[in-house]
């Protein structure tokens, strides 16, 4: 089946920049969502098919996708910033919803 | 605005049946491809499966037929059925929607419920 490989953590100073990356065999050729999942709380849509943001998300939250890496950045992080992130595609294959293993997000 | 609410037993018995409701509400359910998605302590986000207004339903191979996800149109809810449970069960379950109309990520989510499977 298809897998997602994302790194567990990434660390980033307030007001820096954060890029996660989320790599899949051709994933370039699939639609890519990102969610932000904090503790206690459900998931939040951040990004959709690769790079449109839902209404109400802050455009510094944006993605991209191409060849075998697909790349969520956050520009100008913030503490409330710091969650865990997942990556996600539709396996039309085998008609399955695949998420990557999350990255875990730490603010210095 | 939708929003999707869980309900369910938040404890079970190991070798019993898991039984969850995803109650929709402020729109339709027809009007979305409907998921339940788990996420187990220290783990990540595991795909249950998902169901739509046909009644056609999809699930993770990996849970070996073990799952089954019901639509009733009636109430605007949908349900799961996880049978055979054991403690790597034991999560959070969360229902979710993707809009048929404009297909992109789940949104929205209910708030979980914490299911543990345990005597």
């Known amino acids: 089946s298809y897998v997602l490989t994302q790194p567990p953590s990434v660390s980033v100073a307030p007001g820096q920049t954060a890029r996660i990356t989320c790599a899949g065999n051709n994933i370039g050729s699939k639609g890519v969502h990102w969610y932000q999942h904090k503790p206690g709380q459900a998931p939040v849509c951040l990004v959709y098919?690769?790079?449109d943001r839902p209404s109400g998300i802050p455009e510094r939250f944006s993605g991209s996708n191409s060849g075998n890496t697909a790349t969520l950045t956050i520009s100008r992080v913030e503490a409330g910033d710091e969650a865990d992130y997942y990556c996600q595609v539709w396996d039309s294959s085998n008609k399955c919803v695949i998420f990557g293993g999350g990255t875990k997000l730490t603010v210095l | 605005q939708v929003q999707l609410r869980e309900s369910g037993p938040g404890l079970v018995k190991p070798s019993e049946t898991l039984s969850l409701t995803c109650t929709v509400s402020g729109g339709s359910i027809t009007d979305y491809y409907l998921s339940w998605i788990r996420q187990a302590p220290g783990k990540g986000l595991e795909w249950i499966g998902y169901?739509?207004?046909?009644?056609?339903?999809s699930y993770n191979p990996s849970l070996k037929s073990r799952a089954t996800i019901l639509l009733d149109t009636s109430k605007n809810q949908f349900s799961l059925n996880l049978n055979s449970v054991t403690a790597a069960d034991t999560a959070v379950y969360y229902c979710a929607g993707v809009l048929i109309r404009q297909p992109g990520g789940f949104d929205p989510w209910g708030q979980g419920t914490l299911v543990t499977v345990s005597s």
């Open positions: 169901i739509y207004y046909s009644g056609s339903a």
């Open positions: 098919d690769n790079s």
